[in-house]
């Protein structure tokens, strides 16, 4: 065949791989079920889904009153095409595939809604780089920052850390002062009294109205350093919950980690609580000083007249003038540079 009789009929295509248009073009999964994601474990999410039933009555109730009510439970995994995004404890999430529920069954996630909060923490105050943020939870809207008053000592640094990371979260702080048994919460109490900072106060075996009326129809996220008691809270408001518990060492006096990965219980009385793992540290890298800032609105018009840069805890600062000619209170100066000397890293020598 001479070259000037050549045409397209003459060129041959290879059939199947690479003979399709690639496309970005992904399925709109219109029939997707909702789902709440409650615990997380090596690449299986468990998530509830709510019965056709519950999903209607839901839908006439104020979806600001209650998180996600009781139904099946369903094992999936992550579809391929979310990539490397993501899945934690109090997502929302769309399952496909088999969602019966039924022992042996594998369901796929295919969409994450976007979320209303997403608390994070750095693995530690040196790292700066990209990919450090650990998230913890997602969607919570109340932080319940526990903390033993004894056995072991309250660590009012980890505290802060804490509150910084609820700051930076846009959720809600309340600390839960437990062992009050073993020792009066007063001094606590008045250390955090200028931050207006709300408390309940819990002993062994003692009432938890007023913690169960804090919980009553929110998404709670628990966080405490080992041995504050946590799980042992955990079990007396949803009975069976079956967290473990343990002791406090009494030579390091501090406790051993005993729940190992976080996990949401619904209470009975209404609302969620998220159970997660104790925590040795806290780091705050991720989170700039205007959001630490940003909880404390009597101070930001001081910063007007601050050094460019400053980062509020050198003397150059112009926050210490604006005490003083009365515009602000001194407690609470003192209240947000202990926050930021918590976000730079300050040793926790409590």
Not at 10 to 15: C, E, H, L, T, W
Not at 215 to 231: A, D, E, F, M, P
Not at 243 to 249: E, K, Q, T
């Amino acid at each position: 065949m001479r070259k000037r009789e050549y045409d397209e009929d003459d060129v041959r295509v290879r059939p199947g791989k690479g003979s399709r248009p690639r496309t970005r073009i992904r399925p709109a999964h219109e029939n997707a079920v909702p789902a709440f994601v409650v615990a997380v474990d090596r690449g299986r999410y468990t998530c509830l889904v709510e019965s056709e039933g519950e999903r209607g009555r839901r839908r006439k109730r104020d979806q600001a009153e209650g998180a996600v009510m009781s139904g099946r439970v369903v094992v999936a995994m992550k579809a391929r095409e979310l990539g490397r995004k993501g899945i934690v404890v109090g997502d929302r999430v769309a399952l496909v595939g088999d969602v019966s529920g039924m022992t042996d069954t594998l369901a796929r996630v295919v969409r994450v809604e976007p979320r209303a909060s997403m608390l994070r923490r750095s693995a530690d105050d040196t790292d700066n780089t990209d990919g450090i943020e650990r998230p913890v939870v997602a969607n919570a809207d109340q932080l319940v920052i526990v903390t033993a008053l004894a056995d072991p000592p309250p660590r009012p640094r980890m505290i802060d850390r804490m509150l910084v990371a609820a700051f930076d979260a846009d959720i809600e702080p309340l600390l839960c002062l437990t062992k009050s048994d073993l020792a009066s919460p007063d001094e606590l109490v008045s250390l955090y009294a200028p931050l207006g900072v709300p408390y309940v106060v819990v002993s062994k075996g003692g009432d938890l109205v007023e913690v169960r009326e804090r919980l009553k129809s929110r998404i709670s996220v628990l966080v405490g350093h080992s041995g504050v008691g946590k799980s042992t809270l955990v079990n007396a408001l949803v009975p069976d919950a079956n967290r473990a518990v343990s002791h406090v060492n009494a030579v390091t006096g501090r406790g051993r980690h005993t729940s190992t990965s976080a996990v949401a219980l619904e209470l009975p009385e209404s609302g969620w609580i998220i159970d997660t793992p104790g925590v040795r540290s806290f780091g705050l890298a991720h989170v700039s000083v205007e959001t630490v800032l940003a909880g404390f609105p009597d101070l930001i018009e001081g910063t007007i007249q601050c050094p460019k840069g400053c980062n509020h805890l050198s003397e150059e600062c112009a926050l210490d003038a604006w005490v003083a000619a009365d515009h602000a209170d001194q407690a609470r100066l003192t209240s947000l540079r202990r926050l930021l000397a918590s976000r730079e890293g300050a040793p926790d020598d409590d």
